[in-house]
């Protein structure tokens, strides 16, 4: 029994991010379902980096998948909306599943992320943007150490 509804519970997930990729005109390939799984079927906000989540995939998985892959899957659905790219430095890169606004702490001793709500965090001057630009969003990524 418990098999039974272990295995309705995947299918019905399953059809969920099939959909979801779906309304971004993403086509649900094998990969992209696995790794959309391993992303959106957790209870909290999960941050990774392409090479961790690769690790991740492949060390628990029965297929393997390669690093392109991974990259080029992370990357479509940073551009669909799924997840948003939380820049650290220069050549780091860390994604974020919770896409609504909010705020980091990025420790640069564990190289973890941490959410940091919205409203917890007040700016009292915003410069003005470029003539014919306007500010889409504002995050803050706030940088600890020991």
Same mark, same amino acid.
């Given at each position: 029994?418990?098999?039974?509804?272990?295995?309705?519970?995947?299918?019905?997930?399953?059809?969920?991010?099939?959909?979801?990729?779906?309304?971004?005109g993403l086509r649900p390939t094998k990969q992209r379902i696995l790794i959309a799984q391993?992303?959106?079927?957790?209870?909290?906000?999960?941050?990774?980096?392409?090479?961790? @989540?690769? !690790?991740?995939?492949?060390?628990?998985?029965?297929? =393997? #998948?390669?690093?392109?892959? $991974?990259y080029n899957t992370v990357e479509a659905f940073t551009k669909a909306g799924h997840i948003?790219?939380?820049?650290?430095?220069?050549?780091?890169?860390?994604?974020?599943?919770?896409?609504?606004?909010?705020?980091?702490?990025?420790?640069?001793?564990?190289?973890?992320?941490?959410?940091?709500?919205?409203?917890?965090?007040? @700016?009292? !001057?915003?410069?003005?943007?470029?003539?014919?630009? =306007? #500010?889409?969003?504002?995050? $803050?990524?706030?940088?600890?150490?020991?």
């Open positions: 029994m418990i098999d039974l509804t272990k295995k309705l519970k995947y299918m019905v997930q399953k059809k969920e991010i099939i959909k979801k990729l779906r309304s971004t391993n992303l959106f079927d957790r209870e909290k906000t999960f941050h990774f980096t392409v090479e961790s @989540l690769n !690790k991740q995939i492949n060390k628990k998985g029965k297929e =393997k #998948i390669s690093l392109a892959t $991974v948003k790219e939380i820049l650290t430095s220069k050549s780091k890169s860390y994604f974020d599943t919770n896409i609504r606004s909010h705020h980091h702490f990025y420790d640069e001793d564990s190289k973890e992320l941490t959410d940091i709500n919205y409203n917890q965090v007040k @700016l009292s !001057k915003v410069p003005h943007p470029p003539k014919g630009k =306007k #500010i889409k969003n504002l995050e $803050v990524v706030i940088r600890l150490q020991k």
